[in-house]
């Protein structure tokens, strides 16, 4: 079974930094696209940033473009979202998410299979 957990969630003041990580489990890591997913209070699930199986390649939202960095380490299983120069806007439980399907970039929900349960982060203004 697959599983995503998430985390290095918490408060932070605007413009600081917070680097969240997702550790998977259940499957061979390095043949699978990692992305991540936001929702904030009201608000519909928007996608965030996603890399490559091989960590070569990297998406992001125009919102996060020069401010977050998507990065992995395939031996240790985990994928890093690190997040700079924080606004209030980006407050939001962030979901680590993946496909099940092997080589798919995870940059929208109809070829996401599998969602961590989140990690909250609150920027104070």
């Known amino acids: 079974q697959v599983q995503l957990v998430e985390s290095g969630g918490g408060l932070v003041q605007t413009g600081g930094s917070l680097r969240l990580s997702c550790t998977a489990s259940?499957?061979?890591?390095?043949?699978?696209?990692m992305g991540w997913f936001r929702q904030a209070p009201g608000k519909e699930r928007e996608f965030v940033a996603a890399v490559s199986w091989s960590g070569l390649s990297r998406y992001y939202a125009d919102s996060v473009e020069g401010r977050f960095t998507t990065s992995r380490d395939n031996a240790k299983n985990t994928v890093y979202l690190q997040m700079n120069s924080l606004t209030p806007e980006d407050t939001a439980v962030y979901h680590c998410?993946?496909?099940?399907?092997?080589?798919?970039?995870?940059?929208?929900?109809?070829?996401?299979?599998?969602w961590g349960k989140g990690t909250l982060v609150t920027v104070s203004s």
């Open positions: 259940g499957r061979i890591f390095g043949q699978y696209g």
């Open positions: 998410v993946s496909p099940s399907k092997t080589y798919v970039i995870p940059r929208t929900t109809e070829v996401i299979d599998y």
